[in-house]
């Protein structure tokens, strides 16, 4: 008797492409996976607008659903509109008391349009905001896993971040979290599980913890 397929959908983080997976493997012969790309947003679209768009490239019912870092909040918007097997966010935030203070703050000043604007114009500091402060060669993971540079995406994905009001939790959301994220450090984080050393690039350079693990995890009841 053969298994059932588990469709495994995953979503990459903040103007980065499906590479940042490409490590990523499942068993064959119980997974497959589809990789969810950035499409650009409408003028003045929500957050909530952008993810039933984004329905419609989700081809499977009772699918797994991984997002990395703004790819988690999307997916847990996602979830508002399709019915999942599994939700699992990495390197991401379940609600707004998860985000860090200096986003908080960026949100209670406005910050986060002038923010918007310096990421357009400076690549460094789009690859920091991606992938944290302390990645060496920083600009050759932007030019490998980054493909998103559009002015109106990276404004409206940082206020989307930055501005994102969810306050209770999805049940049953499964969380990793690096304890060395330098983006959302995990002293905000309740609830997750914890991995050692992991940066808020972990999808990428933790990759065998992911392979040994995810196929658990999504078992798992």
Known sequence: ??????????????????????????????????????????????ISDYALRMTKYILHENIVLLGVSFGGVLVQEICKHVVVRK??????????????????????????KLLSTQLVSNVELLAK???????????????????????????????????WD????FQNIVHIHGDNDAVFPIENISNCISIKGGTHIMIINKYKWFNENLPNIILEN
């Open 166 to 169: 969810q306050k209770i939790c």
């Open 87 to 112: 939700l699992i966010i990495v390197s991401s935030v379940k609600s707004m008391d998860e985000l860090p203070k200096k986003m908080i703050l960026a949100k209670a000043t406005m910050a986060y």
């Open 129 to 163: 905001y991606a992938f944290g402060s302390n990645i060496k060669k920083r600009l050759e993971l932007y030019k490998k896993y980054l493909s998103v540079n559009d002015s109106g995406y990276l404004s409206w994905a940082v206020k989307e971040m930055v501005c």
């Open 1 to 46: 008797m053969t298994k059932e397929i588990i469709h495994v959908y995953l979503m990459p983080g903040m103007a980065a492409s499906p590479k940042i997976f490409e490590n990523i493997q499942l068993p064959e012969n119980q997974f497959k996976i589809y990789y969810l790309e950035w499409i650009l947003p409408l003028k003045n679209e929500s």
